[in-house]
């Protein structure tokens, strides 16, 4: 029957499985916020892919094959001109979920990954993955993310 114990409401499911929800692309240079990232999407139940670089996310993205996105912002402005691509084909594919991760050291940055197209920014050192996934559960579902101050390494 229907879940009924809020894991996921309105799927239906065998006891003690989830289905995975989401495909989600990370791009994310520092390996210790990759680590939580897979840590957090995994706990959340979603199927992880690990990308090289910005024009393997861009041809995921137009490919139809993902269905959320997560990338650090550093990436995102160390290659201008596929980055601009990324953001022209978001925004023709609102359904992808768009997620950039920036250093705590340069929160001024914040806004500019907003201009990218992004719905939700997380900031590191990402901390714990628990709390990380209980920051993307809501944004990956479709719904909007609450705020919570810039220095919980969570959500802006």
Do not use: N
């Not at 953001?87 to 907003?114: N, W």
Request: hydrophobic content about 45%; aromatic content about 4%.
């Amino acid at each position: 029957g229907q879940c009924k114990v809020g894991i996921m409401p309105g799927f239906i499911h065998k006891p003690g499985k989830v289905p995975v929800r989401c495909l989600v692309m990370v791009c994310e240079h520092e390996a210790e916020s990759r680590t939580v990232l897979e840590k957090a999407l995994a706990k959340l139940g979603h199927k992880i892919i690990l990308a090289d670089g910005l024009s393997e996310v861009l041809s995921s993205v137009r490919g139809k094959r993902v269905d959320a996105v997560i990338c650090s912002l550093e990436l995102l402005s160390k290659d201008s001109a596929t980055a601009c691509f990324l953001r022209s084909t978001l925004i023709l594919k609102p359904a992808v979920r768009f997620v950039v991760v920036v250093s705590q050291r340069h929160l001024d940055r914040a806004v500019a990954a907003l201009r990218t197209g992004a719905g939700m920014v997380l900031y590191r050192p990402l901390g714990d993955p628990a709390a990380v996934a209980d920051s993307l559960r809501g944004f990956l579902a479709g719904e909007a993310p609450e705020s919570a101050p810039p220095t919980s390494g969570r959500l802006v």
